[in-house]
């Protein structure tokens, strides 16, 4: 069966692909999608002001300052989310290389300085994009997130069987998917396993 043959993965991760599972964990944890959407909305409504301020009264000193926040909103939740890149991939550079391997009974992640092993009931969620896959805590904040990138996969029909053993075994294992049905969230598919706050 799909769900108890193991894949295999083998990278070192980039910051490329951290970023993009941190984006992932803003994008599909529900704080995260709430501070996504206020975070635009504020935006939104700067921009707004400063459509009616320049119509209204053309460029004044007002209005270079709405600008000036604007930019000032839209360069800080790029920065924090950069930074915060930078930082988790010195620490995934310090372990060196992820050899990860996923089957039934969760992800086992080893590396050159840390052996880790994660069942599957510590995720509740997961999402999928171009390159990686990522798998997120049930928690409101989405805390402890895994990012597996697609890139180190050996086979690229093992990118269809790592979705097979994460939507089966995620949607088998989460208690609150359990007792709502098929209401529960959704799974997109991610790949890298090393960000987990805490694992590699």
Same mark, same amino acid.
């Given at each position: 069966?799909?769900?108890?043959?193991?894949?295999?993965?083998?990278? !070192? !991760?980039?910051?490329?692909?951290?970023? =993009?599972?941190?984006?992932?964990?803003?994008? &599909?944890?529900?704080?995260? @999608?709430?501070?996504?959407?206020?975070?635009?909305?504020?935006?939104?409504?700067?921009?707004?002001?400063?459509?009616?301020?320049?119509?209204?009264?053309?460029?004044?000193? *007002?209005?270079?300052?709405?600008?000036?926040?604007?930019?000032?909103?839209?360069?800080?939740?790029? *920065?924090?989310?950069?930074?915060? *890149?930078? *930082?988790?991939?010195a620490?995934?550079r310090?372990?060196? =290389?992820?050899? !990860?391997?996923?089957?039934? +009974?969760?992800?086992? #992640?080893?590396?050159?300085?840390h052996t &880790?092993? #994660?069942?599957?009931?510590?995720?509740?969620?997961?999402?999928?994009?171009?390159? !990686?896959?990522?798998?997120?805590?049930?928690?409101?904040?989405?805390?402890g997130?895994?990012?597996?990138?697609?890139?180190?996969?050996? +086979?690229?029909?093992?990118?269809?069987?790592? @979705?097979?053993?994460?939507?089966? &075994?995620?949607?088998?294992?989460?208690?609150?998917?359990?007792?709502?049905?098929?209401?529960?969230?959704? &799974?997109?598919?991610?790949s890298?396993?090393? #960000?987990?706050?805490?694992?590699?």
């Open positions: 069966m799909t769900a108890d043959t193991s894949v295999k993965l083998t990278y !070192v !991760v980039t910051w490329r692909e951290i970023s =993009e599972g941190l984006k992932m964990q803003m994008r &599909h944890s529900p704080v995260g @999608r709430w501070c996504y959407r206020v975070l635009w909305g504020l935006c939104a409504l700067l921009a707004l002001l400063s459509v009616a301020n320049l119509l209204t009264r053309g460029v004044d000193t *007002a209005g270079l300052e709405v600008w000036r926040l604007l930019l000032t909103v839209c360069l800080i939740v790029i *920065a924090i989310r950069w930074l915060t *890149a930078l *930082a988790l991939l620490y995934a310090h372990l060196g =290389e992820h050899r !990860v391997t996923v089957d039934a +009974d969760g992800i086992s #992640t080893v590396s050159e300085r &880790h092993h #994660t069942n599957w009931g510590f995720y509740g969620r997961s999402a999928e994009s171009r390159r !990686v896959f990522v798998l997120l805590t049930p928690d409101v904040w989405g805390t997130v895994m990012v597996l990138p697609k890139r180190g996969l050996s +086979d690229p029909q093992d990118s269809e069987r790592l @979705r097979s053993l994460i939507t089966e &075994h995620l949607a088998a294992g989460s208690p609150r998917r359990s007792a709502r049905g098929s209401r529960g969230e959704s &799974h997109d598919p991610a890298n396993p090393y #960000t987990e706050r805490q694992e590699s």
